[in-house]
């Protein structure tokens, strides 16, 4: 399953992307862990994309669901955070925002900013829909 949306770059999109993600979540075998997060790292990437675009520039997202595989790319034209990372820091406690990119890395399978079109910021995130047995202690 797979679908692209391009929404304008406001704050009610962000709400926007989390309930189509939801929606289709609730289709799959997806755990109530797993959509939380799938929820929080759509959230935060749109809001990222909304905050730090171009003003002219739109919210593209790519939810695909292969398998138990759920990839979120998230793109809009501006520049790259960070230099390109997503090894943010986490800011100091009374800091307002800044969270965003460590959230992400910690929730996401894998997580990366890639080349996208000549001035676009793309955000590709993976996410198993189904719990992955942790690795054996050696």
Do not use: Y
């Not at 992307?17 to 959509?35: F, G, I, N, Q, Y």
């Not at 929730?107 to 054996?136: E, S």
């Amino acid at each position: 399953m797979s679908m692209t949306l391009s929404l304008p770059r406001q704050p009610s999109s962000v709400t926007r992307a989390r309930h189509v993600l939801t929606t289709v979540l609730s289709l799959t075998d997806a755990s109530e862990d797993c959509r939380g997060h799938l929820a929080v790292l759509i959230t935060e990437a749109c809001a990222n994309a909304v905050v730090h675009a171009d003003p002219d520039s739109t919210v593209d997202i790519i939810i695909i669901i292969d398998e138990d595989v759920c990839l979120l790319e998230v793109g809009n034209r501006g520049s790259t955070p960070n230099g390109g990372g997503l090894e943010a820091d986490l800011p100091a406690p009374l800091t307002i925002g800044g969270r965003g990119l460590p959230l992400i890395a910690a929730l996401a399978d894998t997580a990366a900013f890639v080349t996208g079109q000549p001035g676009q910021v793309l955000l590709r995130m993976t996410k198993h829909l189904a719990d992955v047995p942790a690795a054996p202690l050696r």
